[in-house]
T-cell receptor, first 118, second 110 residues
Framework: QVQLQESGPGLVKPSETLSLTCTVS????????WSWIRQPPGKGLEWIGY???????YYDPSLESRVAISVDTSKSQFSLTLRSVTPADTAVYYC????????????WGQGILATVSS | QSALTQPRSVSGSPGQSVTIPCTGT?????????VSWYQQHPGKAPKLMIY???KRPSGVPDRFSGSKSGNTASLTISGLQAEDEADYYC??????????FGIGTKVTVL
């Protein structure tokens, strides 16, 4: 059974960089797409971006200038970096296998709350 | 790109059917047959219920069905059950390798 686990700091200061890692177990990271999706408290889901195991990445246009997703197949991990954060970036961040539609996402991490506050 | 439009809430009695519309544009919902639906219970990760407009993943009851007409996709829950009470989100491919979610609909079982 494929399992995903997010890790990273729960608190980030405004204007700094949020870095999260997703560790994949129970299956190979190669040959799949890997997504990051977030959910501000009390609000809806927001697609951030995804990466293929070969390294090609695509992002939401509204975040593209601040976001990067990378993959390390040797560690079965992929990562999210979000620069110049503001309180509006406070959210539960989910890592997931697959694209949000076009076959959809079956496997999700449990989510990690990242709070932006001084 | 703007979030897809969904009603904030719908409700129904056990055994009834409810339909949740998801309205976009010709650049997303109307332009591709790549709409998915997710169910989310409080404090839990979303669960895929429908993908590619009409397809159900293994294990999803056939009470859940999807359809699309023009720029509007719909999720129908037939024979509503108490455990169906949750938030539901649509998601569509929006071209150029991007995706957009709906604002979400809370389904209440009366």
């Amino acid at each position: 059974q494929v399992q995903l686990q997010e890790s990273g700091p729960g608190l980030v200061k405004p204007s700094e960089t949020l870095s999260l890692t997703c560790t994949v177990s129970g299956g190979s990271i190669s040959g799949y797409y890997w997504s990051w999706i977030r959910q501000p408290p009390g609000k809806g889901l927001e697609w951030i971006g995804y990466i293929y195991s070969s390294g090609s990445a695509y992002y939401d246009p509204s975040l593209e200038s601040r976001v990067a997703i990378s993959v390390d197949t040797s560690k079965s991990q992929f990562s999210l970096t979000l620069r110049s954060v503001t309180p509006a970036d406070t959210a539960v961040y989910y890592c997931a296998r697959g694209k949000p539609s076009l076959t959809g996402v079956v496997y999700w991490g449990q989510g990690i709350l990242a709070t932006v506050s001084s | 790109q703007s979030a897809l439009t969904q009603p904030r809430s719908v409700s129904g009695s056990p055994g009834q059917s409810v339909t949740i519309p998801c309205t976009g544009t010709s650049s997303d919902v109307g332009g591709y047959n790549y709409v998915s639906w997710y169910q989310q219970h409080p404090g839990k990760a979303p669960k895929l219920m429908i993908y590619d407009v009409t397809k159900r993943p293994s294990g999803v009851p056939d009470r859940f069905s999807g359809s699309k007409s023009g720029n509007t996709a719909s999720l129908t829950i037939s024979g509503l059950q108490a455990e169906d009470e949750a938030d539901y989100y649509c998601c569509s491919y929006a071209g150029k390798y991007t995706y957009v979610f709906g604002i979400g609909t809370k389904v209440t079982v009366l």
